[in-house]
């Protein structure tokens, strides 16, 4: 029904607008008496062949939604009943902020993509803060975290350190956003010597938490052999509990869409269908490499259960969708799940 008749429609509108209005929407209709069970019955697959231990917490499912959906944690008691395993809210930033100017959400139809270049807009930790403390444990929450566009490079920590200790008591595990290409000072959140400083006052941070949560790195997908051995160095050192692989790429290789669109499109994150086998060797290489020795989210053009399993197959403990999500609908979670089922 979603591709047939929804879809459609809400193509015909702005991506963003679309994006709030559909929020409400899925608000409005899961306080219908009967509506969040329909939900449940449409699109939730329980099976406890189905579970995955990963960075030591228990995912009904691995199937998980990607940050970037659900920035404000608004929407996540909700989108627990069309089966996701386990959502990631966020980019959270200490302070709110508008992002980048609009327009600066693009589809691209031909590809199955899309074009972002947001730039971590987000009403700021509080209010992440006072939407988590909604949680109706339905599922495994992380917490994606970030710094605002503003704040100074010797700052930067402070910013993460913020959101970290802020979240701490709401979220299952963190994400440590520094490959999104959509925000200032891009170059720094890229280098080695600096992430290990972030990662370890970090993980100093934890340390002050009765119960430590697991922390985990998001990477880029244009990385080369080189730079993901230095990741796979810098998890072994760090003692980092994983990896998202991977985030938005600038690459704009072997698209349908013509050069005049991308042009007037301009800058900004590209994801979907055309990152898939991107995203996929990265995942293999970081595996194989490593001898898999750390988890790996995989995330990244899955667009169907096919997608999923490569991607599985290809070394991820669990996968995330986001474009995938828009394009196919909900369903999508159901048909990963049952076909991970048919391998058992």
Request: glycine fraction near 10%; proline fraction near 4%; hydrophobic fraction near 35%.
């Amino acid at each position: 029904m979603y591709k047939q008749l929804l879809r459609p429609i809400f193509f015909s509108f702005d991506p963003e607008k679309i994006h709030h209005f559909t929020f409400s929407l899925v608000k409005f209709a899961s306080k219908i008496p009967g509506f969040k069970s329909l939900f449940r019955s449409l699109y939730v697959v329980e099976d406890a062949k189905l579970e995955r231990k990963v960075f030591g917490l228990t995912f009904k499912n691995p199937v998980g939604l990607a940050a970037g959906f659900d920035k404000n944690a608004v929407l996540y008691n909700e989108l627990a009943n069309f089966g996701f395993g386990f959502i990631e809210i966020g980019t959270v930033t200490p302070k709110g902020q508008e992002g980048n100017p609009k327009k600066r959400l693009f589809r691209l139809k031909d590809d199955q993509g899309i074009i972002n270049r947001m730039g971590f807009n987000n009403e700021g930790l509080q209010t992440a803060i006072e939407q988590l403390k909604k949680n109706q444990g339905k599922l495994i929450i992380g917490g994606n975290i970030g710094k605002n566009t503003n704040t100074k490079p010797e700052d930067y920590t402070k910013d993460y350190l913020e959101c970290f200790n802020g979240l701490h008591p709401y979220v299952d595990y963190f994400v440590l956003n520094v490959s999104c290409p959509n925000v200032g000072s891009h170059a720094k959140l890229n280098d080695k010597d600096y992430l290990e400083e972030l990662i370890g006052a970090v993980q100093q941070a934890n340390k002050t938490f009765e119960t430590q949560k697991p922390i985990v790195l998001k990477i880029a997908p244009d990385l080369n052999e080189t730079q993901l051995d230095e990741i796979i160095e810098l998890v072994k050192t760090t003692h980092l509990d994983g990896v998202i692989a991977s985030n938005t790429s600038m690459d704009r290789s072997g698209l349908k869409a013509s050069e005049a669109l991308l042009e007037s499109i301009g800058n900004g994150g590209l994801s979907g269908q055309p990152v898939k086998d991107k995203s996929t060797q990265v995942i293999k290489y970081l595996s194989e490499k490593s001898d898999k020795s750390f988890p790996i989210i995989g995330v990244g053009g899955v667009h169907s259960a096919k997608d999923a399993l490569e991607k599985i197959d290809a070394g991820a403990d669990l996968v995330q969708i986001y474009t995938g999500f828009i394009y196919e609908g909900p369903s999508l979670i159901k048909q990963i799940n049952k076909a991970i089922l048919s391998r058992n």
